[in-house]
Each structure stands twice: as structure tokens, then as C-alpha cells.
């Protein structure tokens, strides 16, 4: 059984920075293909950046160039780097594959003020 835990998000004012942890533990062998996703209160859950093939990478267009995704395998985390928050980036955040869906984690609370 894979488990998903996110963490590190919190409130921030406009303009800051976040840095996310979802550590993966269980019978999980590789990152390939794991993302970040959000959901916005009365909004569908959107993926906002995804590790392709490899190490490549993805984002969601309102995210592109303020954030990074990015992994450590041998501790089986995967980081987003949150910069110049906008308050529309308020949301829970989630981890998981972009298929192939893992079991989902509780996520972490992204709070944006103005």
C-alpha cells in the first residue's frame, strides 16, 4: 500500500513563497510520472505541474514561471516551489501520478492573502 503525505503549506501574503513536500512511502518504485494538483473551494482539482517522461516537466499555464517541481528519488519526495503567490493560487495542494492514480494523501492548505 503506497501512502502520500503533503505538507508545507500554510498562509503567505501575496507575492511569497511556498515550498511543498509530498513524501511517498510503501510499494512505490519510481517518481516518473508523479504531479501536483490543486483543488480551489467549489473547483474541480486541476494538475498544475507533472514530471512527463523522465525528469521532464509540465505546468498548468497560470503557474508556468513561478513554479518548479522537482524530486528527490532516493527519499521518495517530490517538492513544489511555490513563488510569487496570487491569492487565485489558494487551494489544497495533493500529490500524485498524472494516471494511474495512487491512493489519495489529505494535502496541504495553500492560503494566499492579498
Known amino acids: 500500500q503506497v501512502q502520500l503525505v503533503e505538507s508545507g503549506g500554510g498562509l503567505v501574503q501575496a507575492g511569497g513563497s511556498l515550498r511543498l513536500s509530498c513524501a511517498a512511502s510503501?510499494?512505490?518504485?519510481?517518481?516518473?510520472?508523479m504531479g501536483w494538483y490543486r483543488q480551489a473551494p467549489g473547483k474541480q482539482r486541476e494538475l498544475v505541474a507533472a514530471f512527463t517522461s523522465g525528469y521532464s516537466t509540465k505546468y498548468a499555464d497560470s503557474v508556468k514561471g513561478r513554479f518548479t517541481i522537482s524530486r528527490d528519488d532516493a527519499k521518495k519526495t517530490v517538492y513544489l516551489q511555490m513563488n510569487s503567490l496570487k491569492p487565485e493560487d489558494t487551494a489544497v495542494y495533493y500529490c500524485?501520478?498524472?494516471?494511474?492514480?495512487?491512493?489519495w494523501g489529505q494535502g496541504t492548505q495553500v492560503t494566499v492573502s492579498s
Open positions: 500524485n501520478r498524472e494516471y494511474y492514480f495512487l491512493p
Open positions: 510503501g510499494s512505490i518504485f519510481s517518481l516518473n510520472g
